[in-house]
């Protein structure tokens, strides 16, 4: 279904050239080697762009690269310079004698193909190799700006490279054909073709190899079965196993303009849309990317993708919301992450955009808190780095725990159950660190209120946006109770307090009440003597508020709370917290503390 899926989309991009066709790959090249019909090497086209004030490679389709990573396979009609000219940047002996094996596999594939040629283009290239050495490489026509970029080749007099020329073309073909395996039935398709023995490498996951890592690829003894090697095992056409990884390329193509593609912890996310113009399909490319990665710094934007989430939440269709939008447009979503030389699936999915716009309508729904603690929605990477240590400034990526990120995004695309580690991870790590941001506590909030949506056994209580006095919930009622004493404790010493007790007691006050509650309650009476004298009106009211929070508690504090109680606590702290400060700006004093932005 996946391969199925981007052998269509391959289809697709080919159609409106944006991929190259089958049989090359875009590349990054510097330098077109000009050469005249004898050989000689006249001159050099630097054919580097300009990207701000640094001049960049240049994107061009060339016949595609042979799989390598410590072998030597010299590529067709292109190349870099150790294979092209036999020269390499690098200082060290090893590297030098490694440049002057590469060239001469380069010289050795092409005398091969070569042979027997009259295009004049393909002639003058093989007079030149017959005629250079490594020893020329100098000025005035080449120099050390060369070293190690990548060469294509040109006839003088002529726009065209060496490579576009039509007898090259029918020889990238024959070698082509000459490199496939066996006929065999193509497990995606269905139809009988020669079979790839190596799939072409995918490139651009964060974290796998930088020549490329495999999602089909049979390397060792032990993958094999029935004595078929390599390929044979998962027999994939040649042109098939082309289109998809050609496909996945372009969608992992890096680039500020890319929004195909978005990384979310260890998961490299793409997407695509499949509707019945360009147009409706860059629409549906937009709207999706906006949803799972809103943007943070429009706020309006924000606000308008706000008004869309709120539109959808009502039952309101797409079309009525964008006319660009039309139904059964289709999104297919897949979540990559490295594995040595290969890659995993996190997750794959697949859908009509209506259906995931709800899906993250009601993530987003599950998340509000009120007041918003954040100036636009939280995507999903960003939520991820709440699981993260807070101190943490870089690198915080490598801190999430592994594969959280797929579970994380799964099940916000099919609207299933947050990943259990979730609550877990993010309760750990507000007890270890003390950092109750608002990104968290929404986290947790959104767990607990899913679960009791979703009809989990045992999670039955109501979990707010906003304050609820009436909720008995002990883990709610003591996080409110807890952010009420931490109240009592700031206005009583003021500025002399150097660590509050959310400092000193959260974590222990969130997991084993029945150990720290009795004696903050006795540190609170202290305070609150202090205050009949200093603020009485505020004594006042700060004892009524901990005598309404503490009679919809039990006799007994818990001598433990389970985690979704300490998610609920985490709630009730926040809320609490939030209504005080919300108070506070009522009557004209800043809001200080609001967090997640």
């Known amino acids: 279904m996946m391969l199925s ?12 050239r944006e991929v190259p066709p089958f049989g090359f790959s875009e590349e990054k090249i510097s330098f077109a080697l000009i050469l ?11 054919i580097r762009e300009l990207s701000g004030k640094r001049l960049v490679p240049k994107s061009l389709p060339v016949p595609q690269r042979p799989k390598r990573s410590v072998n030597i396979a ?4 292109w190349d870099k310079t150790s294979y092209v000219l036999g020269v390499t940047g690098k200082p060290e002996e090893k590297a030098k004698q490694r440049a002057t094996k590469e060239h001469q596999a380069f010289k050795d594939l092409h005398r091969q193909w070569l042979a027997g040629e009259t295009d004049a283009g393909l002639l003058a290239l093989l007079a030149f190799l017959e005629r250079w050495s490594p020893e020329d490489f100098g000025p005035p026509i080449v ?3 060369m070293l190690d970029a990548n060469l294509v080749f040109r006839l003088d007099g002529e726009e065209r490279y060496l490579h576009e020329r039509p007898a090259a073309r029918v020889l990238r073909a024959r070698m082509i054909g000459g490199e496939t395996g066996a006929d065999a039935t193509c497990l995606v398709t269905g139809e009988r073709a020669p079979i790839a023995r190596l799939h072409p490498s995918i490139k651009g996951v964060d974290g796998a190899q930088t020549a490329g890592a495999s ?3 049979f390397n060792l003894d032990a993958f094999d079965s029935y004595g078929k090697k390599q390929g044979e095992n998962a027999p994939v056409a040649e042109q098939v196993a082309f289109a998809y990884t050609t496909a996945l390329n372009y969608l992992l193509r890096r680039g500020e303009h890319n929004r195909q593609r978005i990384q979310i912890g260890d998961a490299t996310v793409v997407f695509w849309a499949q509707a019945e113009t360009h147009q409706q399909e860059s629409e549906a490319e937009r709207v999706f990317a906006d949803l799972l990665a809103p943007p943070a710094d429009d706020m309006q934007e924000a606000a308008k993708l706000r008004g869309v989430l709120e539109a959808v939440a009502k039952g309101q269709p797409l079309r009525e919301i964008n006319a660009d939008l039309v139904e059964g447009t289709r999104i297919f979503v897949l979540g990559l992450a490295p594995n040595a030389s290969r890659l995993s699936i996190r997750f794959w999915q697949t859908g009509s955009l209506e259906y995931f716009t709800r899906r993250l309508a009601e993530h987003y729904q599950d998340l ?10 939280p995507a999903v990477w960003r939520l991820l780095y709440a699981t993260a240590p807070s101190r943490e400034v870089n690198d915080k990526a490598k801190k999430i725990p592994p594969q959280l990120a797929g579970e994380l995004t799964r099940a916000i695309l099919t609207g299933g159950r947050y990943p259990r580690p979730l609550l877990a991870n993010v309760v750990m790590r507000m007890r270890a660190d003390g950092d109750i941001s608002g990104v968290r506590v929404a986290l947790c909030k959104a767990v607990l209120a899913r679960d009791r949506r979703l009809g989990v056994k045992g999670i039955n209580r109501e979990v707010t946006m906003s304050l609820d006095p009436e909720s008995v919930a002990p883990g709610y009622r003591l996080g409110r109770l807890f952010a009420v004493l931490e109240n009592v404790q700031r206005s009583a010493l003021g500025d002399q307090v150097n660590a509050t007790i ?3 007691y959260y974590g222990a006050a969130s997991a084993t009440p029945a150990a720290i509650f009795p004696v903050l309650l006795r540190n609170t009476q202290h305070h609150l003597g202090r205050l009949r004298k200093d603020k009485p009106g505020l004594a006042v009211t700060l004892e009524r508020e901990i005598g309404e929070i503490m009679d919809g508690l039990s006799t007994a504090f818990p001598r433990s709370l389970r985690i979704e109680d300490q998610g609920q606590f985490s709630i009730g ?3 609490q917290t939030q209504a005080r400060f919300t108070r506070k700006c009522e009557k004209g004093a800043p809001d200080k503390k609001h967090e997640g932005e």
């Open 5 to 16: 899926a981007l052998l269509d989309y391959y289809h697709r991009l080919a159609e409106r």
């Open 36 to 46: 005249a019909p004898d050989g000689r090497l006249i001159d050099v086209q630097d």
């Open 74 to 77: 010299a590529c067709l009609f």
């Open 143 to 145: 120099n050390d700006d």
């Open 215 to 217: 999602i089909v690829s």
């Open 368 to 377: 509000a808190m009120e007041p918003r603690p954040w100036k636009t929605e």
């Open 502 to 504: 959310r400092d000193r």
């Open 573 to 575: 702290y926040y809320h």
